[in-house]
């Protein structure tokens, strides 16, 4: 069993493996290993097997920012199937998880597996493709399973879904539905890099740098392990709790802002994802409980997608990140 030292130790081996390819972006490389650590619970334990899955996440950037580098990057430096997923308008399900084709000679049917058996799945510009290719993503996301035809397929672990979508197009994309949005731990905003990071970017020999695989995916699991041990005070559960709940507009709502700029709010499967990444950021920032600062450090990655605006706060521009900064102002912190 792997000890706190060497999962230190392992963690620093792979963010130094990516800095080789990416300049700067350091929190955006700790939100990812953030998301492959955290542990979501989503059904009950079936005979031997633990119900939990992973923190899938969704980058959001204009074209450029490395986004899709940056995951390969990081795919690379794990032992398992890559697995990356191009999506465009005339996309089908079948395209992303399989179909059944019939076998003349033999007078019966086969089952074609699609790219989505991997362990690592990077849906490239999820929003291209229409909203019934989308939901192909929805069972093997949430329940890491794929079901074709009438044959339920049970993923391998670890199986971890990675989206980009760019948020200045119009044309020729498809808003991702609320239910497919929910799946995803994380949104991450990626923005442009600093000047210093630009100019270092020019001076790096990108096609002569080689990534090692320093995990495999037997890694994965001991060190999502040690991240379910993080221990969580009862009043850590009770503050992310306030905080979810808080995102929810209603006449005995106290916060204001909610009210007139939030439709609808946080589900309670949110508050399972936001106490999932909680847990790995405070493994990653290496403490062995929880703080307040640690449900803060990533409370608007792991909220901001979860909050449907009124028309009024489109209207206004004002943002789910602006909605959050205040809430979390407004909720006491234990």
């Not at 995803?184 to 096609?207: C, G, N, Q, W």
């Not at 850590?236 to 929810?248: C, P, Q």
Request: charged residues 25%; hydrophobic residues 40%.
């Amino acid at each position: 069993m792997m000890d706190r030292l060497e999962a230190d130790r392992v963690v620093s081996q792979v963010e130094a493996e990516i800095n080789k390819v990416i300049v700067g972006q350091q929190w955006l490389v700790r939100r990812l290993l953030i998301g492959l650590l955290a542990v979501i619970p989503y059904s009950f334990r079936r005979g031997q097997e633990e119900r939990s899955g992973y923190g899938h996440i969704l980058l959001e950037g204009v074209p450029g920012l490395a986004k899709t580098l940056t995951i390969s990057t990081l795919a690379a430096t794990i032992d398992a199937r890559f697995q990356r997923i191009q999506f465009t308008p005339d996309m089908l399900p079948a395209d992303i998880i399989g179909t059944r084709i019939y076998e003349s000679s033999a007078s019966t049917f086969r089952t074609e597996k699609g790219p989505i058996f991997a362990n690592v799945i990077l849906a490239d510009e999820i929003n291209r493709a229409t909203q019934k290719t989308q939901s192909a993503l929805l069972e093997a996301m949430q329940e890491r399973q794929v079901t074709i035809g009438e044959q339920t397929f049970h993923l391998d672990e670890p199986f971890w879904v990675l989206a980009t979508q760019n948020p200045v197009e119009q044309e020729g994309v498809y808003p991702l539905p609320e239910a497919q949005v929910d799946r995803f731990a994380l949104k991450i905003h990626v923005d442009y890099p600093s000047h210093h990071d630009e100019l270092e970017m020019l001076r790096r020999r990108l096609t002569e740098t080689t990534i090692q695989r320093i995990i495999v995916p037997q890694t994965v699991l001991q060190l999502r392990e040690l991240v379910s041990k993080i221990y969580v005070d009862p009043k850590i559960r009770e503050y992310i709790i306030r905080i979810v709940r808080a995102t929810r507009p209603g006449p005995q709502q106290a916060i204001p802002i909610v009210n007139e700029m939030v439709q609808n709010g946080a589900s309670p499967r949110s508050a399972q994802h936001l106490l999932a990444v909680v847990r790995s950021t405070a493994f990653l920032a290496g403490h062995d409980y929880v703080l307040p600062g640690d449900v803060k450090a990533i409370a608007f990655d792991a909220m901001r997608h979860r909050l449907i605006r009124t028309v009024r706060a489109e209207a206004e521009d004002i943002s789910a990140d602006e909605i959050l900064s205040e809430l979390l102002r407004k909720v006491p912190v234990p």
